[in-house]
């Protein structure tokens, strides 16, 4: 039996370069940053532009970040009206890192200050990790599968690979997909810093000889997978397919790569097999790219480990978080959805404040400009990264439209 | 901790459940906890105010008989006396 192909059908984001999915890539592509004070914050985001008052008190900041990203995936798959499908037939799989932790940390403040009997009773629906599936589900009454899933930084690729399989095992026509955070927060700023990862400088500059940590950014990027033969029925608008998925795990360290990123280049290995694409016939990475010493180093061991040195030497790589920081879970969702977009405009978007090369790291990662794309094939192949604490290793790949 | 007035109290629990999601002019005294789309996770929060303000202490059978704003006003109201 033939496998169900997996096409993305529409595309939504909030990041911190802007409420929407075509201005996260306009302006990386320029070469803007989202990064200010040493933070990715969505400035420009306001709930109460969106959201009804009852939705904004019955959940976290997080899930408000994902039910705007996911009224622009929906009406961009044309789905602003009446459901293409019965609506137990669409899941729905959101990452997360933490959940709603600025809830959290403010309802302890309640109980810590006025005791047990003050603390909210939407304290559990607000910060618990499956409470954005929860709320894309009931606005968007998706009744398939519904549920979150957390490999902290490799949890937005971690959904989209979970959709696509939900699907091709027939499980869900539709996957409403992708993921959110919103961790800007005095315990989750404390905790990074304690454990070294967050840049002291405040800068996030990828593969550059500098680099010094990761910077904190929020956000939320959802996508709609179909079954390809139900979409190009319903003439849907495709941004496209789902070629291939696979993830691993170091079983290492808590919280370090493993340095010779030998899983990390399983992961790589086995989507392509998934994929079945050769490495000379990827136009692009987007790196997960972190502008932490290890991750970067390890990543790009890995990458020439998989496409060898001199295919991995052609290949344009570059990261998204050079613009918009680090957005933890919700990061492989937005990461995804930047290099659809990517595709579809030809661009190669660069891996900003990469101005000083690390001489261990000899790859193009597109530094500072962006550059035009040019595919290989008929239609663009990119590969997208995304390794989490805990070891986690995800590599999605993409196959863009022709 | 205010006086219970009739007044008072109605003022408070309107605001309270305005603050949930109707809109302030729906909150009227005959208005139905259905019709303004108010759930028993609200009428928690409206305990909650309710016990701090004024130190009247709603259980959930209190709570389960309600089923308009003037029942929750009138509760509390004679309860606080």
């Known amino acids: 039996m033939t496998r169900r192909r997996v096409v993305i059908t529409g595309v939504g984001a909030v990041t911190p370069l802007g409420v929407g999915a075509d201005v996260l890539l306009r302006r990386w592509v320029a070469g803007e940053s989202g990064i200010a004070a040493g933070e990715g914050a969505c ?20 899930a408000h970040l994902a039910m705007v990203a996911s009224d622009e995936a929906l009406a961009s798959a044309g789905w602003d009206g009446e459901k293409p499908y019965a609506s137990e037939r669409i899941g729905c799989v959101l990452a997360t890192g933490i959940g709603g932790l600025g809830s959290l940390e403010e309802q302890h403040d309640v109980l810590r200050d006025s005791g047990a009997k003050a603390v909210s009773p939407l304290s559990v629906p607000l910060f618990m990790v499956n409470a954005g599936a929860a ?16 490999s902290a930084c490799a949890a937005g690729s971690h959904a989209i ?21 919103a961790t800007l927060t005095p315990l989750a700023r404390a905790s990074f810093v304690s454990a070294g990862a967050l840049s ?16 904190m950014g929020e956000g939320a990027g959802i996508l709609v997978l179909e079954d390809a033969e139900r979409a190009a029925e319903r003439g849907a608008p495709v941004l496209g397919e789902v070629r291939g998925y696979a993830s691993t795990s170091d079983a290492y360290h808590l919280t370090a ?116 794309l040019q595919p290989r094939g008929e239609r663009p192949i990119a590969l997208s990264n995304s390794f989490g604490f805990g070891g986690h290793n995800v590599v999605l790949c993409l196959e863009g439209v022709a | 901790m205010p006086t219970a007035t009739p007044e008072a109290v109605e003022a408070r629990i309107v605001e309270a459940l305005a603050s949930f999601g109707p809109d302030i002019e729906q909150v009227t005294r005959e208005a139905t906890f259905e019709e303004l789309d108010i759930d028993s996770l609200d009428l928690v929060e409206l305990a909650q105010i309710v016990e701090d303000d004024y130190g009247v202490e ?24």
Do not use: C, W
Request: negative net charge; proline residues 6%; charged residues 25%.
């Open chain 1, 43 to 62: 400035r420009d985001f306001a709930a109460g532009e969106h959201l009804s008052k009852k939705e904004i008190r019955r959940s976290d900041r997080f």
């Open chain 2, 58 to 81: 709603l259980k959930g059978d209190d709570m389960k008989n309600l089923k308009t704003v003037g029942d929750a006003i009138d509760l509390v109201v004679a309860r606080a006396s």
């Open chain 1, 200 to 215: 002291p400088s405040g800068i996030s500059r990828p593969f550059d000889a500098r680099r010094d940590g990761f910077v």
């Open chain 1, 257 to 372: 790569t493993e340095p010779e990123g030998t899983y990390a280049a399983a992961a790589l290995a086995a989507a392509l097999r998934d994929a079945d694409v050769a490495p000379a016939q990827v136009d692009y990475v987007n790196a997960h790219g972190t502008s932490t010493e290890l991750n970067d180093a390890s990543e790009t061991k890995a990458l020439k480990r998989v496409l060898g040195e001199d295919v991995a030497r052609d290949v344009p790589v570059s990261s998204l978080k050079s613009a918009i920081g680090h957005l933890l879970g919700a990061a492989g969702a937005v990461e995804a959805i930047a290099t659809l977009l990517a595709m579809r405009e030809r661009v190669l978007p660069p891996t900003l404040g990469l101005e000083q090369p690390d001489p261990e790291l000899d790859l193009d990662y597109v530094p500072l400009r962006a550059r035009p």
């Open chain 1, 161 to 181: 690979g979970t959709a696509a399989r939900m699907i091709q095992t027939g499980d869900a026509d539709a996957v409403v997909t992708g993921g959110a955070e």
């Open chain 1, 135 to 150: 709320a894309l589900s009931m606005r968007h009454g998706l009744r398939g599968p519904a549920y979150s899933v957390g």
